[in-house]
């Protein structure tokens, strides 16, 4: 199984992006699923989650600017990321919590203007 993500790209401050997470070969229905982030030089960090039952959790540096949701009927996790800050510059990343499978390559975003 494979959780790839896309939809990466330059963006200037303030600005929104919405990634998206294909999981392929299997179903990650039942499984919470997270999208994560690493700025280079630092190390992976978890930004949101969400449960099989659609239950929510963010990180305190993006709550109340990133939404994440998933739709099951095509094995897909997005992350919406509005109003972005330079310090939200990095290669974003979707996997399971629990069910941890091979990392993908991620998909960069930059903020800057």
């Known amino acids: 199984v494979q959780l790839q993500a896309s939809g990466g790209g330059l963006v200037q401050p303030g600005g929104s992006l919405r990634l998206s997470c294909a999981v392929i070969?299997?179903?990650?229905?039942?499984?919470?699923v997270g999208w994560y982030r690493q700025a280079s030089g630092k190390q992976r960090e978890l930004v949101a989650s969400?449960?099989?039952?659609?239950?929510?959790n963010y990180a305190d540096f993006v709550k109340g600017r990133f939404t994440i949701s998933r739709d099951n009927a095509v094995n897909t996790i997005y992350l919406q990321m509005d109003n972005l800050e330079p310090a939200d510059t990095a290669v974003y990343y979707c996997?399971?919590?629990?069910?941890?499978?091979?990392w993908g390559q991620g998909t960069l975003v930059t903020v800057s203007s």
């Open positions: 996997n399971g919590l629990a069910r941890v499978v091979p």
């Open positions: 070969g299997s179903s990650f229905r039942t499984n919470a």
């Open positions: 969400i449960t099989s039952g659609a239950r929510t």
